[in-house]
């Protein structure tokens, strides 16, 4: 199983980046609940998963009650977009109610690069591991249609919107932002994919993992 590649461990683990980190989470989600409680969240604002049962109350009781009847819950607030936003319970309540606190920790607007204003991502206190998705599909492509926030990714590589996203460019950024020192690129789905995948790796400050998370597979780099 992919948590068990990646050693995921009791406690709080927020995910951020693009290329698959919904899917990342959802699918770590639907792992670990065969080994104990989980709870998925967001810090910012996430769409409402179909897979889970998700919970609006802050009532603990009522918390505690949709856990004593699914190992997984999704766990959080409306927003007027018909999203969910961060929980109105403390995030060190919910971390004690579980086994594993699994954390949205920013947005990618389904681009599959990005990079992170100033107040991303949002990673909680109570956190104790994060992970950073990138997508593969982005790589080669411009820097206009395929990053999330370009102006701010070509300040960090010294690049023009309308200028490539080349693995060099891409590390460059990851290396800089240093907001985690793994990664899971994504989106490997062939092998030309999975061939700038690895020159990507090749250039990253970071424990890297080659993925194709909707067939399910992940490796180590």
Do not use: W
Request: hydrophobic letters at 40%; one cysteine or more.
């Amino acid at each position: 199983m992919i948590c068990d590649t990646l050693n995921i461990k009791p406690g709080a683990l927020t995910i951020i980046g693009s290329g698959g980190k919904t899917s990342l989470l959802r699918t770590l989600a639907n792992e670990l609940s065969c080994k104990g409680r989980v709870i998925v969240m967001t810090t910012t604002k996430m769409y409402l998963p179909t897979e889970m049962p998700i919970v609006f109350s802050s009532d603990v009781a009522e918390l505690s009650d949709a856990l004593a009847k699914n190992n997984v819950i999704c766990v959080g607030a409306h927003t007027v977009q018909s999203k969910l936003c961060q929980p109105n319970i403390p995030i060190s309540v919910l971390k004690d109610m579980c086994d594993y606190l699994l954390v949205e920790g920013d947005g990618s607007k389904r681009l599959p690069l990005k990079a992170h204003a100033y107040y991303e991502p949002v990673i909680p206190p109570e956190n104790d591991r994060t992970l950073l998705v990138a997508g593969a599909l982005g790589i080669g492509g411009t820097i206009e249609n395929n990053v999330h926030r370009p102006e701010l990714f070509c300040s960090l590589c010294d690049a023009l919107i309308s200028d490539e996203a080349t693995p060099e460019r891409i590390a460059r950024v990851i290396n800089h932002e240093a907001l985690s020192n793994e990664v899971i690129i994504n989106q490997c789905d062939n092998a030309e994919l999975r061939a700038g995948a690895e020159r990507l790796a090749q250039r990253l400050r970071a424990t890297v993992y080659i993925a194709c998370l909707k067939e399910g597979l992940l490796c180590s780099f």
